[in-house]
């Protein structure tokens, strides 16, 4: 059984910053991929940053420059650092790993909201 617990989701307003963070507990032997996805209402999910074991991070473009994705795996938790904030950021906000023999798990999401 794994869980997955996310945090620091929020109300901020345009310019400012949150930081979100997402705690895998659970038989978990490694951590592949972990990952951050939003959905904003009306729209698909779309992933927002990436982060391998190795440390490797892959960013959406409409990210780049003001999130900065990070893990710390003692404690099997992903960070996501969101700086500069934009109204068109608001979403709710899922973690996801991927976990060496267990396949793929989702966090149950935090919401995000940026006011203008």
């Known amino acids: 059984q794994v869980q997955l617990v996310e945090s620091g989701g929020g109300l901020v307003q345009a310019g400012g910053s949150l930081r979100l963070s997402c705690a895998a507990s659970?038989?978990?032997?490694?951590?592949?991929?972990m990952a951050w996805y939003r959905q904003a209402p009306g729209k698909q999910r779309e992933l927002v940053a990436a982060?391998?074991?190795?440390?490797?991070?892959n960013y959406a473009d409409s990210v780049k420059g003001r999130f900065t994705i990070s893990r710390d795996n003692a404690k099997n938790t992903v960070y996501l650092q969101m700086d500069s904030l934009k109204p068109e950021d608001t979403a709710v906000y899922f973690c996801?790993?991927?976990?060496?023999?267990?396949?793929?798990?989702w966090g149950q999401g935090t919401q995000v909201t940026v006011s203008s």
């Open positions: 659970g038989s978990i032997f490694s951590i592949n991929v």
């Open positions: 996801n790993v991927k976990i060496t023999y267990l396949g793929n798990y």
């Open positions: 982060i391998t074991s190795g440390g490797t991070t």
